[in-house]
């Protein structure tokens, strides 16, 4: 009698085992189906320079630019270092610039190049915008009022809080050359070679 309980006993744990792996198959299948039915989101842990890239295809997909805020590139000018370019991606003057700017960062070791779009900023006259007109007056064109403007590109080099140095777009004569006739080789080779000359100095 005792032997057909201890054997029923052990049936019963056996049955019991048996139940609880049926139960988590069933489980992890479940969670599979239903992980597979959910529709997949893309993620959206998109690196800067990939964003970047997005916006400026001509530069390299290891490139340099940072997502900038205000306050990041105000604090630059203020007491800071670095490359910083204003533009936006609609101004095609912008686009062929900022391969320019990335080459010669990547050949000089500079990692980053603060990027700000200030194309709202400068539309609404906005107090950032404003405060960068204040800081970079000195280098600025004027407009038709008379007024200083930050035309873009802009591209700045500033070192503990100076600028060291500016890119400066050369003069053609013709107020409607587009950007594929002004980059001969020879300005981007000029254009280059100043770029990375200021990179140097921020460096040293």
């Known amino acids: 009698m005792k032997k057909r309980v201890g054997m029923n006993k052990k049936l019963i744990e056996i049955i019991s085992v048996i139940i609880i792996l ?4 069933a489980g992890l299948w479940y969670n599979y189906q239903h992980a597979a039915e959910q529709p997949k989101t893309p993620s959206t842990n998109v690196s800067e320079s990939a964003k970047f890239k997005s916006e400026y295809p001509r ?10 805020s205000d306050k990041e590139v105000l604090d630059i000018f ?15 003057w912008c686009q062929h610039l900022s391969e320019h700017v990335d080459r010669a960062a990547r050949a000089e070791g500079v990692d980053k190049i603060y990027y700000l779009n200030i194309r709202d900023a400068r539309a609404s006259n906005n ?14 064109d004027k407009d038709d009022n008379g ?3 930050i035309f873009v590109p802009d591209v700045s080099i500033v070192k503990n809080g100076n600028i060291i140095g500016r890119y400066k777009e050369e003069s053609t004569g013709d ?12 300005r981007i080779e000029r254009t280059s070679s100043q770029l990375r000359g200021f990179m140097r100095q921020l460096k040293g």
């Open 22 to 25: 049926c139960g988590a198959a």
């Open 59 to 68: 530069v390299a997909a290891n490139n340099g630019f940072v997502y900038a």
């Open 78 to 92: 203020n007491n800071g270092s670095g490359v910083v370019f204003l533009g936006f991606p609609q101004c095609p």
């Open 127 to 140: 107090e950032v915008y404003q405060k960068l007109v204040k800081k970079l007056e000195p280098y600025l």
């Open 147 to 149: 007024k200083p403007r």
């Open 175 to 186: 107020d409607n050359i587009t950007p594929d006739k002004y980059w001969t080789s020879e």
